[in-house]
């Protein structure tokens, strides 16, 4: 939410989540690189064939490392620092697949008859036969939404873009990912005599979707149905709610609202934050101001409005209090309502 | 404080970092574990070679049709430019006579194939004696395995062949890389140059097949050189 971009606006805890990340994928590239050229002594597999398996299979490793985090960070609010810099690890799944993909279609593609380009596209047009089936374009489409991903990942683009078109552009990570599955099984599983590869696609697969259901599963468990004709909606006890923490509940609109807690009292906004959609109602007052839980975006709780010199602006929502009971009212003001907080009795801690 | 929560420009509150830390090299770690796993599963590459820093002559006639090979007393060389490209212009000028030709030497299993060097060093007309008349047999057959191009098969690519390679040896073969049809027979690797059932190269009509497992039939004929497979059909095995 700065007011000037910079490409990377660099912190502690980016350096050290991009040193392991680079360790991790320097680790993985070295160690596939010097077994791959040692199992088959002097018939070893060709040196660009290698170094484009080892890119490639770094890429999709990191991408199933990716769309874990999201459900992870969901099912338990500790691996959140984890999301914080997912985009580095986007940009990284890029790279990689950019140089499988540059080595695949140079080597397999180039010193021919035909331009490179046009051979790929025409080489293989088997599109009714699953074992002849060109996956080349499979992991090409997939590349393609690797680089719109990774090319927007940037604040700069989020916000021209606007939240809602750049979230959908980057649900795309799943249609990529689905793709690149199929690339995998079409392509190299049609040549590997190993079943092991097989086996760690599913397995990968039955990872990735089962963390998706048990973080959309206990999502459902937490919204608590309220009855359509409710105009005030009964929260539960203030005291229920952690000093500093909110309490999420689900108006009748279907919309999730965040409850806080607070110095000043009781508060309510979107659950909703305005930089990625990220939960506020998972974040923390900090020093008067909400902080997002992905990536640190800071609200007022008695208007929605970032301090300045930042100009986000979230819904607010009205609360009132009868005794130590909350009560809010589902309808959502325009973003930036100043809304005075409930007071408690007694004081608000 | 027993409620942590992460800001990013803030350092790591201890206690998330000791959950995370573990966890992370933990990560790291299955990572390094999964990339020799992955690497150590590959299927070999096969026995083909290329000495490309050597050059290497041989004398024979040479033979345009179906592909440009040389056939010496004792073999047949496949002959091939640099590149994804086939040798049979550079050949025919020389077809039915004595030539010598150099090159880089490309091999597996005992079948040979010359890249053949620039220029007029690639190939140079000589004397030899004519070919005693060799008498060719012809068996039909049903063979299941994989059309390949010779060239990445034979030591160009390691591997050369497989689905992940068909786009590379498509390209090939329409630059007139020839053909082989590998198949196992009771144990034994043969290596068949492929033709239509004409004996004419094979074309496009072919080509969708490359790179995966097929069950030919057709004609095979030995006794003259490289076995020719002359294929009448062709269709996916599996
Ligand atoms: S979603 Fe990024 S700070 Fe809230």
């Known amino acids: 939410m700065s007011v000037t971009y910079r490409p990377v606006k660099w912190n502690r805890n980016k350096r050290i989540y991009d040193a392991i990340l680079a360790a991790g994928i320097a680790g993985y590239l070295a160690v596939f690189l010097a077994v791959g050229s040692l199992i088959f002594g002097d018939e070893a597999i060709g040196f660009p064939i290698l170094l484009m398996r080892a890119l490639g299979t770094a890429a999709f490793v990191l991408l199933h490392v990716a769309l874990a985090i999201g459900p992870l960070a969901r099912l338990d609010r500790r691996f959140l620092p984890v999301l914080y810099n997912r985009r580095h690890l986007g940009v990284a799944t890029f790279l990689l697949a950019l140089g499988h993909a540059a080595i695949a279609f140079g080597y397999y593609h180039g010193f021919g008859l035909i331009n490179p380009i046009v051979s790929l596209l025409t080489a293989n047009s088997n599109y009714s036969s699953l074992a002849g089936f060109p996956f080349e374009i499979l992991g090409l489409l997939a590349l393609v939404i690797l680089f719109l991903m990774a090319a927007t990942s940037h604040d700069f683009w989020q916000k021209t873009l606007g939240p809602s078109v750049w979230k959908s552009l980057h649900m795309l990570a799943y249609p990529a990912y689905g793709l690149i599955v199929l690339h995998v099984a079409l392509g190299a599983l049609q040549s590997e005599t190993q079943s092991i590869y097989a086996i760690l696609l599913v397995a990968g697969f039955a990872t990735v979707a089962g963390l998706h259901l048990a973080a959309g599963r206990r999502e459902r468990n937490k919204d608590r149905r309220i009855p359509l004709d409710v105009a005030w909606i009964d929260v539960g006890n203030a005291d229920d709610i952690p000093m500093d923490r909110a309490k999420v509940v689900s108006t009748p609109a279907g919309e999730r609202v965040a409850i806080f807690r607070h110095a000043g009292g009781i508060s309510a906004v979107t659950n909703v934050c305005a930089h990625q959609r990220g939960p506020l109602g998972e974040g923390k007052v900090v020093d008067g101001c909400i902080s997002c839980p992905w990536h640190g975006w800071e609200y007022r709780p008695e208007d929605g409005c970032s301090p300045p010199p930042f100009q986000e602006r979230i819904a607010t929502y009205r609360v009132r209090l009868d005794g130590r009971r909350v009560f809010l009212n589902p309808e959502p003001l325009p973003p930036g309502t100043p809304v005075e907080p409930a007071r408690l009795p007694g004081g608000n801690s | ?238």
């Not at chain 2, 390679?165 to 007139?176: E, M, N, P």
């Not at chain 2, 082989?180 to 059932?197: I, R």
């Open chain 2, 1 to 238: 404080m027993n409620d942590p929560h992460f800001i990013g420009w803030f350092p790591m509150p201890p206690a998330l970092r000791r959950f995370l830390l573990p966890l992370a090299l933990v990560a790291v770690a299955l990572g390094l574990i999964l990339a020799g796993g992955l690497a150590y599963s590959q299927r070999p590459p096969g026995p083909g070679r290329w000495d490309d820093s050597h050059e290497v002559s041989f004398d024979g006639i040479a033979v345009a049709e179906p592909y440009a090979m040389l056939r010496t007393p004792t073999e047949t060389i496949l002959l091939v430019e640099a590149g994804k490209f086939g040798a049979k212009d550079r050949l025919l000028p020389f077809d039915g006579n004595g030539v010598r030709a150099t090159g880089t030497l490309l091999e597996r299993d005992g079948v040979k194939m010359l890249e053949l060097a620039d220029g007029d060093a690639g190939l140079q007309a000589i004397e030899v004696k004519a070919e005693s008349a060799l008498e060719e047999v012809t068996t039909p057959v049903t063979l299941v395995g994989e059309l390949v191009d010779s060239k990445c098969y034979l030591g160009a690519m390691k591997p050369g062949g497989g689905k992940t390679h068909k786009g590379c040896a498509i390209l090939c073969l329409r630059g007139g890389i020839p053909p082989l049809f590998v198949a196992k027979v009771d144990g034994t690797v043969g290596y068949y140059l492929a033709t239509d059932s004409h004996g004419r190269p094979l074309g496009e009509d072919h080509f969708e097949f490359v790179g995966e497992r097929v069950t030919v039939t057709g004609q095979l004929v030995t006794g003259r050189g490289r076995p020719i497979l002359k294929i009448d059909s062709v269709r996916r095995s599996r």
